[in-house]
Nanobody, 122 residues
Framework: QVQLVESGGGLVQAGGSLRLSCAASGRTFSRYAMAWFRQAPGKEREFVTAIRWSGGSTYYADSVKGRFTISRDSAKNTVYLQMNSLKPEDTAVYYC???????????????WGQGTQVTVSS
């Protein structure tokens, strides 16, 4: 059974920082891309960022570029999302996902975590 477990969410003031973690277990993810998506109340799930294990190429949504950084620790099968200069519009449930291609499309990811809430107060 594949499992992705997120942690690190919480409440932070605008301008603050948080780091999310996603620990993967159940199989080797050396050939998978890992991504973060988010979903705000009443909105569709949207792509935030992705990283490919092979070569470590990263991709970001325009809304977070320059503020968020994705990284991974292959030895720990863990992916991180460092979020700086947070804004109230970043408030959402953040989901970790694993898939083959590292795209921005929800349907191309095979495994999902349970999500972690991030709330940014103004």
């Amino acid at each position: 059974q594949v499992q992705l477990v997120e942690s690190g969410g919480g409440l932070v003031q605008a301008g603050g920082s948080l780091r999310l973690s996603c620990a993967a277990s159940g199989r080797t993810f050396s050939r998978y891309a890992m991504a973060w998506f988010r979903q705000a109340p009443g909105k569709e799930r949207e792509f935030v960022t992705a990283i490919r294990w092979s070569g470590g190429s990263t991709y970001y949504a325009d809304s977070v570029k320059g503020r968020f950084t994705i990284s991974r620790d292959s030895a720990k099968n863990t992916v991180y999302l460092q979020m700086n200069s947070l804004k109230p519009e970043d408030t959402a449930v953040y989901y970790c996902a694993a898939g083959s291609y590292g795209t921005q499309y929800v349907h191309e990811y095979d495994y999902w975590g349970q999500g972690t809430q991030v709330t940014v107060s103004s």
